[in-house]
T-cell receptor, first 114, second 114 residues
Framework: DGGITQSPKYLFRKEGQNVTLSCEQN?????MYWYRQDPGQGLRLIYY???????QKGDIAEGYSVSREKKESFPLTVTSAQKNPTAFYLC?????????????FGNGTRLTVT | AQSVAQPEDQVNVAEGNPLTVKCTYS??????LFWYVQYPNRGLQFLLK??????LVKGSYGFEAEFNKSQTSFHLKKPSALVSDSALYFC????????????FGKGNQVVVIP
C-alpha cells in the first residue's frame, strides 16, 4: 500500500537532547511537509520541501532542522533549542507543488520531552 | 496571509440528525478550500476540496460542503450523522495565487450521541 510512514509512534527524550523523527513516503510525491499539532491550536507548519535538496521554513521553524536528500525521505530534527518540544508531529506529502492537491498524512509521532 | 476560522470548539449532534461544521476563511486571491478529519492518535484524512466550479462539493463518507463566496464560508455538512463520525474536523485554505502554504483552522471536535 502506498502511504506515509512515521516512526516511532511514541518518543521520549530528556531535555537538552536532540531527537530525529522519521518520515518516509512511497507515493512518489514531490512535496513534503512537517506540522506540529498542539491541543486547541490546530496544525502549524514547521518546514516544507517542494523538491529534493531544497526546503523552506514554515511558521514555527525555530529549534527545528530538516533535510531532503532523497525524494521519499524528509526527517525532522528537534534540537535542544526548541523551547517547548512536547507535541504531536505530523508529516505530510502532496503530489504537486501548486495548490490543488490534497495532503496525505502519516499517523504522527508523539514526542514527550521531560 | 490566508487564515481560517472554525468558531465552535465542539459540535454535539444526535445520531441520525444533520451535522454541520462551520468554517470561514480569508485569502487575497481565489480560495482553494479543504476539509480533513482526524481520529484519535492518527494523521488527518482528506474529505473533500473546492477549487473551482460547482459550489456544492461532495466528498468521502457522505460528507459535502458548500462554498459561499459572499460569506467567505465553506461549511461541512452531512445529512445524517453516525456515531463513527465522532472525530476532529479541520478546515484549511490555500491562496490560489500560488502561495503553497495551507492554513489550517483550530479544528472542531464533533461528538455524535447515540
Amino acid at each position: 500500500d502506498g502511504g506515509i510512514t512515521q516512526s516511532p509512534k511514541y518518543l521520549f527524550r530528556k531535555e537538552g537532547q536532540n531527537v530525529t523523527l522519521s518520515c518516509e513516503q512511497n507515493l512518489n510525491h514531490d512535496a513534503m511537509y512537517w506540522y506540529r499539532q498542539d491541543p486547541g491550536q490546530g496544525l502549524r507548519l514547521i518546514y516544507y520541501s517542494q523538491i529534493v535538496n531544497d526546503f523552506q521554513k514554515g511558521d514555527i521553524a525555530e529549534g527545528y532542522s530538516v533535510s531532503r536528500e532523497k525524494k521519499e525521505s524528509f526527517p525532522l530534527t528537534v534540537t535542544s533549542a526548541q523551547k517547548n518540544p512536547t507535541a504531536f508531529y505530523l508529516c505530510a506529502s502532496s503530489e504537486d507543488q501548486g495548490a490543488v492537491a490534497p495532503l496525505h498524512f502519516g499517523n504522527g509521532t508523539r514526542l514527550t520531552v521531560t | 496571509a490566508q487564515s481560517v476560522a472554525q468558531p465552535e470548539d465542539q459540535v454535539n449532534v444526535a445520531e441520525g440528525n444533520p451535522l454541520t461544521v462551520k468554517c470561514t476563511y480569508s485569502v487575497s486571491g481565489n480560495p482553494y478550500l479543504f476539509w480533513y478529519v482526524q481520529y484519535p492518535n492518527r494523521g488527518l484524512q482528506f474529505l473533500l476540496k473546492y477549487i473551482t466550479g460547482d459550489n456544492l462539493v461532495k466528498g468521502s463518507y457522505g460528507f459535502e460542503a458548500e462554498f459561499n463566496k459572499s460569506q467567505t464560508s465553506f461549511h461541512l455538512k452531512k445529512p445524517s450523522a453516525l456515531v463513527s463520525d465522532s472525530a476532529l474536523y479541520f478546515c484549511a485554505v490555500r491562496d490560489g495565487r500560488g502561495n503553497n502554504r495551507l492554513a489550517f483552522g483550530k479544528g472542531n471536535q464533533v461528538v455524535v450521541i447515540p
